[in-house]
């Protein structure tokens, strides 16, 4: 059973934008706002136990 989980997302250059903590198991979803982020491409990575499960990538049009 994983015992730290976090969302990181970050531009298209790497630098870390924001950082979510994970704390509950199982299913659920995120709402991300978007709001305080210019237009373009991010990359939000899902770690568990400090190992990158997956990486996508997402697009903020404005």
Do not use: C, W
Request: aromatic share 8%; charged share 20%.
């Amino acid at each position: 059973m994983p015992n730290y989980a976090q969302l990181i997302f970050t531009d298209m250059q790497g630098r870390i934008i924001k950082t979510v903590d994970i704390n509950q198991t199982g299913h659920g979803q995120l709402k991300v706002y978007a709001a305080h982020l210019i237009q373009g491409i991010y990359q939000y990575s899902i770690v568990v136990d400090r190992k990158v499960i997956d990486t996508k990538k997402m697009l903020v049009e404005k």
